[in-house]
Nanobody
Framework: VQLQASGGGLVQAGASLRLSCAASGRTFSDHVVAWFRQAPGKEREFVALINWDSTYINYGASVKGRFFISRDNAGNTASLQMHSLQPEDTAVYYC???????????????WGQGTQVTVSS
């Protein structure tokens, strides 16, 4: 599975942004999709995950209630809708695909290149 993240940009605090993850490969629909983010000088942080048929979704504590993950298996895409963005959400956001629905980087064998989200105050 190859992944391509897009949709990042520079926004003001309180704004919304939608990230997309385009996948290639016939087995995308078999995989869990997750988003992680990494701010400068910090470790990569779990953001959200969705299982193959969208029946299980999990969010990191810092984004719960503001971010929403979804997927379209027919289109081989996944999305992360982000609302009420704050400066602390500034990071490079990565989409990833794996076999197990765990909020751990090691659970994901495939990673996109990342897309920068910058939130100004």
């Amino acid at each position: 599975v190859q992944l391509q993240a897009s949709g990042g940009g520079l926004v003001q605090a309180g704004a919304s942004l939608r990230l997309s993850c385009a996948a290639s490969g016939r087995t995308f629909s078999d995989h869990v999709v997750a988003w992680f983010r990494q701010a400068p000088g910090k470790e990569r942080e779990f953001v959200a995950l969705i299982n193959w048929d969208s029946t299980y979704i999990n969010y990191g504590a810092s984004v719960k209630g503001r971010f929403f993950i979804s997927r379209d298996n027919a289109g081989n895409t996944a999305s992360l809708q982000m609302h009420s963005l704050q400066p602390e959400d500034t990071a490079v956001y990565y989409c990833a695909a794996g076999r197990q629905p765990f909020p751990l980087m090691g659970s994901y064998a495939y990673w996109g290149q990342g897309t920068q989200v910058t939130v100004s105050s």
